[in-house]
């Protein structure tokens, strides 16, 4: 299918070589993306995992017997499954098996605390979660406090390598707490058992433009939302991603570090490989010097991270010597690039015999991730660069739909075949995030303030919305502050993102105690421990510092900007 968005007035968009103002787009489902590309390459290794290949007829035998078993298990079409994994071949099964039967993948990452855990299961409905077996004992926990129907356990294990399988099992995974089999609990392989028994129907006929995969964003009020995204929004940004990036995909390789809860993860770094016949090197767990061995041993072609990785890369020796003349390309998002970081990542390159550069995009979970990237052939200092094929961007006066002229600061909007269906049960949220706009298009409001030059490049400028980007993932700090005065001691409390060379920021805490209650080193551990309990370990504040006021703004809101 083709988009019709002649109306849109923009008339630099042809002006970037070989990259195209709009594409053709698959009407298929993405497991069947999948499976079409596994009928015609079956022996090509489709991922990678610490070592073992796996065929893409692998991956399409296991992504049915995956769908055969969920359906034989109870789950249905329209049904959402909450998948919470890093990056492992289950993981992978489950998203194009549940998407095989018309099911819907909710994708969450597998450090969540408690609460998060029982909040995500909530927001999106969910009765059915898989995970791994190390985060067993946390679901036992988050079951206290939300019902789960059905659990399903996985082992890293069953998916590793011999001697690797054999090391985890008696190593690792003998230090979990044993699972106990019942009707509410299921390991992997009986969960499998189910599959190959199963003899009925089972494949959904499902409509492209549908609900496909949940992820989870905080939209422009810091409130942890279900994004609605559909097998057309992940087909599209897989051939947009490969047109902008000016390569050849198929039979690349692509080092998957980043998580496949995590828009950039998922979209990029797994599906538009897959989608385009590449090989997916899954990193199930990130550290600089694996991820150094891993480029050395497995020469990927594409890298794409945030620019805490780039910096972590920098500052150490592991990739000294390193020939890194295999990557046809490098892909910066998830949060802004300083001047500096790009300058000092290019020039690593440069000293490696790459003949690439570091190319920066934008994005936003609202339209899977990324949405604007600099072009291959020509960059602009501060730039994140000109919008994919087919996706537009204009700048509004923040609040309203009128557009701002050339060079001049105002809200980044934008509307294309990877835009979100929308927010799961939030329709006051949905109708100030997705606006029609006089053209008739319906636009994504982002909540982030840029502005665009005459040759349609983008530069981002901050966020609207309060939010904090620490090491790629976004921190909410309503969320910290509602859990901080959770607390019986804390009356009040601000969370702020502070400036942090590897993170780019991390989360700093400021509280007021009540009454009577004194400032002890055992008290700020007592609130660490607090958190700990509800916070995720990324999320985490790195100190809390006790004020006996904060600051406020003439309408009694705490002045967050003028505390440091």
């Excluded at 052939?377 to 701002?404: A, L, M």
């Amino acid at each position: 299918m083709k988009f019709d968005y002649s109306n849109i007035a923009m008339p630099w968009r042809e002006s970037y070589g070989e990259v195209p103002a709009s594409l053709e787009y698959s009407e298929k489902t993405m497991s069947e993306a999948i499976m079409d590309t596994a009928s015609k390459d079956p022996d090509f290794p489709a991922m990678t995992f610490m070592g073992r290949k796996i065929s893409y007829r692998e991956l399409s035998q296991n992504t049915d017997l995956v769908a055969r078993s969920f359906y034989a298990l109870g789950v249905r079409p329209g049904q959402r499954v909450l998948v919470c994994m890093p990056n492992v071949p289950q993981a992978i099964y489950c998203l194009y098996g549940l998407n095989r039967i018309g099911a819907v993948p909710a994708m969450v990452h597998p450090l969540s605390a408690v609460g998060e855990l029982a909040h995500y299961l909530d927001e999106a409905e969910c009765d059915v979660a898989v995970t791994l077996d190390q985060f067993y004992a946390k679901f036992l926990e988050v079951r206290t406090k939300r019902p789960i129907g059905k659990l399903i356990i996985a082992r890293v294990s069953e998916e590793l390598p011999f001697p690797l399988s054999l090391g985890q099992k008696l190593l690792t995974e003998r230090k979990f707490p044993k699972v106990q089999e019942n009707d509410g609990t299921i390991l992997w392989k009986s969960l499998l058992r189910l599959g190959r028994e199963y003899k009925g129907e089972y494949v959904a006929r499902k409509d492209f433009r549908k609900e496909a995969v949940v992820l989870f964003s905080g939209g422009t009020t810091g409130v942890t939302k279900g994004i609605m995204l559909s097998d057309l929004n992940f087909n599209a940004l897989a051939v947009q991603t490969e047109a902008m990036s000016n390569k050849v995909v198929r039979h690349s390789r692509m080092l998957a570090a980043m998580p496949v809860f995590h828009g950039f993860g998922l979209g990029v770094c797994i599906h538009t490989v897959l989608y385009c016949g590449g090989t997916s090197i899954l990193v199930p767990r990130f550290n600089v010097k694996s991820y150094a061995k891993l480029i050395k041993t497995t020469r990927p072609n594409f890298i794409a991270g945030v620019p805490t990785l780039f910096e972590a890369i920098t500052r150490n020796k592991y990739l000294d010597g390193a020939d890194l003349s295999c990557l046809r390309g490098v892909f910066s998002g998830g949060d802004s690039l300083t001047i500096e970081l790009k300058k000092k990542f290019d020039k690593f390159l440069a000293d490696h015999n790459a003949s690439v550069r570091v190319r920066e995009g934008y994005g936003t979970t609202e339209c899977v991730t990324a949405c604007c990237l600099t072009p291959y052939n020509k960059e602009k200092e501060g730039s994140i660069g000109i919008p994919f094929p087919d996706t537009f961007f204009r700048i509004c006066k923040p609040g309203t739909t009128e557009e701002v002229p050339y060079g001049e600061e105002g809200e980044i909007c934008l509307t294309g075949p990877s835009m979100m269906l929308g927010y799961i049960n939030h329709e006051d949220e949905n109708a100030q995030t997705l606006r029609t706009h006089s053209d008739g298009h319906v636009w994504l409001h982002t909540g982030d303030l840029g502005v665009m030059d005459e040759e349609g490049f983008i530069y981002f400028r901050q966020r609207i919305k309060r939010m904090i980007v620490t090491s790629g993932y976004n921190v909410y700090p309503s969320q910290i502050e509602n859990i901080l005065e959770g607390h019986p001691a804390v009356q009040r409390s601000c969370v702020i993102g502070v400036p942090d060379p590897y993170k780019m920021q991390k989360v700093k805490a400021f509280v007021v105690l009540k009454d009577g209650v004194q400032n002890t080193p055992e008290l700020i551990e007592d609130i660490m421990a607090h958190c700990r309990k509800n916070v995720a370990k990324y999320a985490m504040p790195y100190t809390i510092e006790v004020r006996d006021s904060l600051p406020t703004t003439l309408v009694g809101k705490v002045a967050y900007t003028q505390l440091s």
